[in-house]
């Protein structure tokens, strides 16, 4: 599975997200090749009204056994199944705005 890192800017207001704080985060791909869904990430994010996507870093894993975070393993299960999931750090790294 694919594992990317990187950050990306919340776009609108809620109780739990402030608009324009930037935000780490992890996501799984059950798709391995970063390049061929590219687009597929984007929209997932968008959707969920995040913008402005860095991805910093890309990697692939074997398994969840490889992960020492029961968040980050429940992402992993996720994603096997609904093929992205992704994990949003809930402190901003800095305010984007």
């Known amino acids: 599975m694919l594992i990317i890192s990187g950050t990306a800017e919340f776009m609108s207001e809620t109780s739990k997200f402030v608009k324009g704080d930037l935000h780490a985060f992890t996501m799984f791909c059950l798709n391995e090749n970063l390049d061929d869904q590219l687009v597929d990430i984007e929209n997932f994010f968008n959707e969920r009204d995040?913008?402005?996507?860095?991805?910093?870093?890309?990697?692939?894993?074997?398994?969840?056994?490889?992960?020492?975070?029961?968040?980050?393993?429940?992402?992993?299960?996720?994603?096997?199944?609904?093929?992205?999931?992704?994990?949003i750090q809930n402190t901003p790294i800095s305010n984007a705005a």
């Open 50 to 87: 995040w913008d402005q996507i860095t991805i910093e870093e890309a990697g692939l894993i074997d398994d969840d056994s490889m992960l020492d975070n029961d968040t980050l393993k429940q992402a992993y299960q996720k994603a096997s199944v609904e093929k992205l999931s992704v994990v």
